[in-house]
Each structure stands twice: as structure tokens, then as C-alpha cells.
């Protein structure tokens, strides 16, 4: 089922539907606008080191002791670099400059049903990064894998990103 909003967030009054560029969309008669179901931004980074990969454990809900990228939305007006270097730092202790990143893949996800992203993947090595892995607020543990252990474990990976960790040891340098 998808989440479809009742009220408008602008005015509060009671959403209608409206057909607008080919569609049926949430409509406002108070406000007379559309109310658009954007995919909101996240970006994540694959941090190399040889043939592994640095997963954090992920300490909260969605996917808590699942094990994933270090990732997270980005911040209103940030720009995706800058919010993979955050994110890398906020769940691991590691920390990278912006120009020791590059962008390796964009892809859209849907997360839960009825909410999209567009994901911005960026690579990295290891020994671009500064300081001491530790796991931050959200995350239960930070540390190196390779893709295949991590696979053959009975830990539980998320799988958003694999094709993309897949493609950037493939192709790193």
C-alpha cells in the first residue's frame, strides 16, 4: 500500500485529487496547488581497502543489525559530496575531503512502499581517510568485509546498493 497524504502540508486543509500531466495527483483546494511525491536525495560511500568494503551495522530502525554502506539523507541545500563525507563520518569515525571522493553511480530505489529515492554513490580508498574507525550514534559496529564473506555469513546485508559495491571493486584503480 502506498502512503498517500490527506492533508496539506502547507495549509492543512483536506487533499483532493487533481489530474495533472497525465496523472491523478494529491490536489489542495485551499492552497490550489499540487502537492508533489518527490524521491528525496541520499548519498553513500564505498569505502575500499583492497578487496574489501567498510559496512556499518546498522543500530536503528529501518534494517536495525542489518549491515549496509554508510549512508544518509542529504541535509536541506547540502550538496550530495558533502553529505557522503558527513555520512562517512557520522557512522564511522573516518573522515574524507570532498575532492578524495568521486561519484560512481546514481540509482533510484523505493525504500518502503510509497517512498522513493534517488541514491548517489560515491568511492573512496581507505587510505584517503583519517582517523579511527568507531561506530556512531546510529550504527552497532563499523568494520571491513569483502562483499563475498559478508555474503556467505549468517549476518544480513541490505541490499540497495550490492550491484554498485559489485561494479566499484571491479573497476578500482
Not at 17 to 41: F, L, M, T, V
Request: hydrophobic share 35%.
Amino acid at each position: 500500500m502506498e502512503f498517500e497524504p490527506s492533508y496539506c502540508r502547507y495549509c492543512g486543509h483536506e487533499l483532493e485529487e487533481k489530474h495533472s500531466e497525465g496523472r491523478e495527483r494529491p490536489y489542495c483546494p485551499g492552497c490550489d496547488r499540487i502537492i508533489w511525491q518527490n524521491a528525496d536525495p541520499v548519498a553513500a560511500t564505498v569505502l575500499r581497502r583492497g578487496e574489501e568494503i567498510l559496512f556499518v551495522k546498522r543500530g536503528i530502525e529501518p534494517g536495525k543489525g542489518e549491515w549496509s554502506l554508510p549512508a544518509g539523507f542529504l541535509e536541506h541545500s547540502e550538496e550530495p559530496t558533502h553529505a557522503a563525507v558527513r555520512e562517512l563520518e557520522e557512522e564511522t569515525g573516518l573522515k574524507l575531503k570532498t575532492e578524495d571522493i568521486e561519484i560512481f553511480e546514481s540509482m533510484a530505489l523505493e525504500r518502503f512502499p510509497g517512498q522513493k529515492l534517488v541514491a548517489f554513490i560515491f568511492s573512496a580508498d581507505m587510505e584517503k581517510a583519517e582517523g579511527e574507525i568507531s561506530a556512531g550514534d546510529d550504527a552497532e559496529e563499523a568494520r571491513f568485509w569483502t562483499l563475498e564473506e559478508l555474503e556467505a555469513s549468517d549476518e544480513k546485508l541490505r541490499k540497495h546498493f550490492v550491484s554498485a559495491m559489485r561494479e566499484v571493486l571491479k573497476n578500482k584503480t
